[in-house]
């Protein structure tokens, strides 16, 4: 079946250090890849996207490359910031629902 | 500009107590569903629908039922609540079923206390 691996957390960094939380996935067909965020007490919001191998996603500083040789979708920023504090969850698309990761949080202090 | 809108945010039941969780979208979505988060599992599919009149079970079902009669709106119901069920329950809503690369609109969530 279809399902979506993520790195457990938390994962705490100072402001300014690299960000990478790795998803792997395993699905049949080819499914579109997602990134979305939880910030505190709010609901989930798309970060970013990818829909065929090598696609790039990218938003506020974040990216993530869909990988269909290792099944990857690994999410990276250069330098995070404090109000990137939040729960990151990876996600696949294949048919009729999101199947989601179960969340990394993200605790990054200044 | 609304989007999903979720009510109420906060709820405690007592068990075997039956209530509804209200979801409203706004944005003529065909694609609606139910989500549980619990810690340490993510997010699961509860019950979702395609359309208006058309609702499937997702992969937690057991215990609520839905039902979808216009677009606008897809409430989650609980008919004899447990402790189980405690847990922050999200909707979402999408424009097409089906089509990849389609994003979902999540409501902010009812935080559900069942004792």
């Known amino acids: 079946g279809n399902s979506v691996t993520q790195m457990e957390g938390p994962v705490t960094l100072s402001e300014e250090a690299f960000l990478t939380i790795n998803c792997t996935y395993t699905?049949?067909?080819?499914?579109?890849l997602f990134w979305y965020v939880q910030y505190p007490g709010e609901g989930l919001q798309l970060l970013l996207k990818?829909?065929?191998?090598?696609d790039k996603g990218s938003n506020k500083g974040f990216e993530a490359t869909y990988r269909k040789e290792t099944t990857s979708f690994h999410l990276e920023k250069g330098s995070v910031q404090v109000s990137d504090s939040a729960v990151y969850f990876c996600?696949?698309?294949?048919?009729?629902?999101?199947?989601f990761g179960k969340g990394t949080t993200l605790s990054v202090s200044s | 500009n609304a989007g999903v809108t979720q009510t109420p945010k906060f709820q405690v039941l007592k068990t075997g107590q039956s209530m509804t969780l209200q979801c409203a979208q706004d944005?003529?979505?065909?694609?609606m569903s139910w989500y549980r988060q619990d810690p340490g599992m993510g997010l699961r599919l509860i019950h979702y629908?395609?359309?208006?009149?058309?609702?499937d079970q997702g992969e937690v079902p057991n215990g609520y039922n839905v039902s979808r009669s216009t677009t606008e709106d897809f409430p989650l119901r609980l008919l004899s609540a447990a402790p189980s069920q405690t847990s922050v329950y999200f909707c979402?809503?999408?424009?097409?079923?089906?089509?990849?690369?389609?994003?979902?609109?999540f409501g902010q969530g009812t935080r559900l206390t069942v004792v």
């Open positions: 990818a829909t065929k191998a090598d």
């Open positions: 629908s395609v359309g208006a009149g058309i609702t």
């Open positions: 944005m003529n979505h065909e694609y």
């Open positions: 996600a696949l698309q294949a048919g009729t629902a999101l199947i």
């Open positions: 979402a809503s999408s424009s097409s079923f089906g089509k990849l690369n389609t994003e979902a609109f």
């Open positions: 699905a049949t067909g080819y499914p579109s």
